[in-house]
T-cell receptor, first 109, second 114 residues
Framework: KNEVEQSPQNLTAQEGEFITINCSYSVGISALHWLQQHPGGGIVSLFMLSSGKKKHGRLIATINIQEKHSSLHITASHPRDSAVYICAVIVYNNNDMRFGAGTRLTVKP | DVKVTQSSRYLVKRTGEKVFLECVQDMDHENMFWYRQDPGLGLRLIYFSYDVKMKEKGDIPEGYSVSREKKERFSLILESASTNQTSMYLC?????????????FGPGTRLTVT
């Protein structure tokens, strides 16, 4: 079983919809990253968080350390949000990084 | 603007060939990483380097080696390519502190071994 599980694996939405991508992990962590990978491969970091909530534009990331769960929300989704979203955790104590398999989001106009 | 570049976007090699994947960063970062990405498995760390001539094995180093002769350049070497090394390879760099800070990724090299 992967230490970092994401759901759903694939998600198709209509433009304007509210999107939620979930990440659950089974190890103790010191922080969690949300990454975005566009077609063609390039990965950019969206958020790093260790508690609470962060917001950047239409993107909101939350984390519940006790529940070992994080969510990435996209409000008013747009076709340019179509990408693979990857959750990654920094393992407490050894600073190893573990990645989820990614959620492929397609937003249709 | 920060930049991590990789030598090729697409590469096709034959089984048994020696393959070099090059990564260059212009941010004067100490840490550099090589990952492979496969469907359903996510990113997996092959090797990382925290300084010139220093290297550490990641989760899946078998079949790979690395070289870091200059701070800005980190090379991944497949000594004898095999079909199970067909994958997307991603390079990244970060300042000291590693994953506690943002990692900057290259565009990736999609390697096919036939």
């Amino acid at each position: 079983k992967n230490e970092v599980e994401q759901s759903p694996q694939n998600l198709t939405a209509q433009e304007g919809e509210f999107i939620t991508i979930n990440c659950s992990y089974s190890v103790g962590i010191s922080a969690l990253h949300w990454l975005q990978q566009h077609p063609g491969g390039g990965i950019v970091s969206l958020f790093m968080l260790s508690s609470g909530k962060k917001k950047h534009g239409r993107l909101i990331a939350t984390i519940n350390i006790q529940e070992k769960h994080s969510s990435l929300h996209i409000t008013a989704s747009h076709p340019r949000d179509s990408a693979v979203y990857i959750c990654a955790v920094i393992v407490y104590n050894n600073n190893d990084m573990r990645f989820g398999a990614g959620t492929r989001l397609t937003v249709k106009p | 603007d920060v930049k991590v570049t990789q030598s090729s976007r697409y590469l096709v090699k034959r089984t048994g060939e020696k393959v070099f994947l090059e990564c260059v960063q212009d941010m004067d970062h100490e840490n550099m990483f090589w990952y492979r990405q496969d469907p359903g498995l996510g990113l997996r760390l092959i090797y990382f380097s925290y300084d010139v001539k220093m290297k550490e094995k990641g989760d899946i180093p078998e079949g790979y080696s690395v070289s870091r002769e200059k701070k800005e350049r980190f090379s991944l070497i497949l000594e004898s390519a095999s079909t199970n090394q067909t994958s997307m390879y991603l390079c990244a760099s970060s300042p000291p502190g590693g994953w506690r800070y943002e990692q900057y990724f290259g565009p990736g090299t999609r390697l096919t071994v036939t």
